[in-house]
């Protein structure tokens, strides 16, 4: 049975977080996006983050002087990021409301930051139904030609389909070019989307120009591929994606995409 993203989510808060620092990927993809929103938005910035989950990124951005209206689907989560900001004493700096972006835009909107500086969904949006939807609200809290940094599954992944191969799992190797497309978080079916950088591209048609995308990761395999016995890689594949994931063809043929895009028009 699929069921809504919300009730997975809720499920798996309390420990996610240790799964996702016990491998090694995760952690390196969560690099490359924090270095990217770094490099993005100057420190002071007010950012909207989609999806917070525990509330890692916000409180890691506040410490460094970002001011952070987060939000996530889950209770759990919710209740788990608003813990931790409130422990690091940064309720001046992150605000967390549950909920999808169009339930709490109207809060967002009354923020005393809103016009914001800018907005960010780290491994968020794979399960919302309208990336278009998303897009627009975005769009309309936020300052002219601010940026939106954001991934999304890659419809055109290479590694996943490559080691499925090897593997002999045809199904796998398809994976994502069979819809609906299911992912099992802690025994529970979600619904998610994948998507390639043109798609992406025509869904933000209007309100965001794609300014630059990278592959995350492109050489090393998925998070779910990963295994200790793959650790003597590790080191060179990372290497490979720290200088060829942001090129072409790299860039657009990663597990995971981080897009940048610019607000167009007023
Ligand atoms: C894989 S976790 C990532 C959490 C966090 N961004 C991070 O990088 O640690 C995905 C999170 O997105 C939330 N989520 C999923 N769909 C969402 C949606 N449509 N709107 C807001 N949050 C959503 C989930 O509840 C979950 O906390």
Redesign the pocket.
């Known amino acids: 049975m699929i069921e809504a ?2 009730s ?3 499920q798996v ?1 309390d420990t ?2 240790t799964t ?1 620092v016990q491998n090694p990927v995760n952690t390196w993809m ?1 690099k490359t ?1 924090r270095r990217e929103i770094l490099a993005t938005f100057p420190p002071g910035s007010a950012l909207v ?6 509330g ?2 916000a409180v890691f951005l506040a410490e460094r002087t970002y001011r952070i209206a987060a ?4 209770d759990r ?1 919710v209740e788990i990021s608003r813990k931790r900001v409130a422990t690091q004493k940064l309720e001046g700096r992150v605000l967390v409301w549950r ?3 169009k339930e709490v835009a109207d809060e967002l909107s009354r923020s005393q930051w809103c016009p914001f500086d800018g907005a960010f ?9 309208s990336l278009r939807e ?1 897009a627009q609200t975005v769009y309309g809290l936020l300052k002219p030609r601010a940026r939106f940094v954001f991934t999304l599954p890659n419809k055109l992944c290479v590694s996943e389909p490559a080691i499925a191969l090897v593997r002999l799992r045809i199904r796998r190797a398809l994976g994502r070019f069979c819809e609906p497309l299911l992912a099992t978080i802690h025994g529970t079916t979600v619904r998610f989307h994948v998507y390639t950088t043109a798609r992406v591209r025509k869904i933000l048609q209007g309100l965001f120009e794609i300014e630059a995308t990278t592959g995350v990761p492109v050489f090393m395999p998925p998070p779910s591929f990963y295994r200790p016995a793959l650790e003597r890689l590790r080191a060179s594949l990372e290497l490979f994606d720290d200088r060829l994931a942001t090129r072409f063809p790299w860039r657009h043929l990663g597990e995971t995409t981080l897009f940048k895009a610019r607000k167009v028009g007023p």
């Open positions: 993203p919300r997975a989510f809720n808060a996610i977080e996702a969560r996006s983050e989609i999806g917070c989950g525990t890692a990124d939000f996530d689907i889950s989560m909920g999808r972006l969904a780290n491994f968020s949006l794979a399960y919302e139904e998303v």
